[in-house]
C-alpha cells in the first residue's frame, strides 16, 4: 500500500500518518495573554531541539476558519510559554484542556488543575505537574497548508528554568520515568503510557560525548 497524500485518496480507512510517528511527547503549554486569562493546551507536535542552550519547539495548526492558537498568539505578544510535563495521573485534565474554549475562558479552571506561580515566565504552571519548563519565545515559522486548517505555526523557544519535583527523582538524582508515568500521543484516538525503561549505551562513546548522551550536568 502507498499513496501520495495532497494528489491521491488514502487507501485506508484512517490516515497512517499520525500513527507512524509514535510515540509523540505531549507539549502541555500553559500562557497567559495581555488581558491577563490564563491558558492551558495540549500539542501532539512538541520536541526538544538542542541541550546548550536547552531550545524547544511546538507546533500549532489553526483552525478552520483561519484563527491561529492563542497559545501561540499569547507566546509571540509575553514572550514567553511554560511546558508543563504530562503524566497518567492527568491524562483527564491534559483531555479536557484540549477543547476548544473562546480565549477568554480560563483552561486551569476548566481543566480542574491548580496555578503555581513562574519565577521568570509570567504565566502559571500546573502545580499537579513533576516537572516544568519555563521557556522564552523565539521566534516563530508559518509553514502554508493545503487548507486553512493545515497551516502550522511553529513556534521556537529556549528554556530559562527547570523545575523538577523532588519526589519524582531517583538517589542518583535522575527522574523516575517508571513513577511519573508520562504519557504521549499516538495516531487516531490513541495514547500510551510510559511504565517500562531500558537502557542501551553507544559502543565505545566516552568523554564528553558520553556525558553528553547521559545527559550530566
Not at 509575553?78 to 475562558?105: C, D, K, Q
Not at 488543575?113 to 516544568?132: K, L
Not at 504521549?184 to 566516552?206: H, L, Q, W
Request: proline letters at 8%; one cysteine or more; glycine letters at 6%.
Amino acid at each position: 500500500m502507498h499513496y501520495a497524500p495532497g494528489q491521491e485518496d488514502c487507501p485506508l480507512p484512517f490516515s497512517p500518518f499520525k500513527s507512524c510517528t509514535v510515540p509523540r511527547p505531549i507539549g502541555w503549554l500553559s500562557t497567559v495573554s495581555v488581558d491577563g486569562v490564563h491558558n492551558l493546551a495540549p500539542y501532539s507536535q512538541w520536541q526538544n531541539l538542542t541541550f546548550d542552550p536547552p531550545m524547544v519547539m511546538f507546533a500549532a495548526n489553526q483552525y478552520p476558519d483561519g484563527r491561529r492558537k492563542d497559545t501561540v498568539i499569547n507566546a509571540e505578544e509575553t514572550g514567553w510559554f511554560v511546558w508543563n510535563m504530562a503524566t497518567f495521573e492527568l491524562r483527564e485534565a491534559v483531555n479536557i484542556s484540549a477543547m476548544a474554549v473562546p480565549p477568554e475562558e480560563d483552561e486551569f479552571d476548566a481543566a480542574g488543575v491548580t496555578r503555581a506561580a513562574c519565577i521568570d515566565a509570567p504565566g502559571m504552571r500546573v502545580a499537579e505537574s513533576p516537572a516544568h519548563f519555563e521557556c522564552r519565545y523565539l521566534s516563530t515559522h508559518r509553514l502554508r497548508g493545503d487548507s486553512n486548517a493545515g497551516w502550522v505555526d511553529v513556534v521556537f523557544g529556549q528554556v530559562a528554568r527547570i523545575h523538577v519535583d523532588d519526589a519524582v527523582l531517583t538517589p542518583e538524582g535522575k527522574l523516575n520515568i517508571a513513577k511519573i508515568q508520562p504519557i504521549a500521543r499516538m495516531g487516531y484516538y490513541d495514547y500510551t503510557c510510559i511504565k517500562d525503561v531500558f537502557e542501551m549505551r553507544i559502543p565505545n562513546a566516552s568523554g564528553v560525548a558520553e556525558d553528553g548522551l547521559e545527559g550530566k550536568a
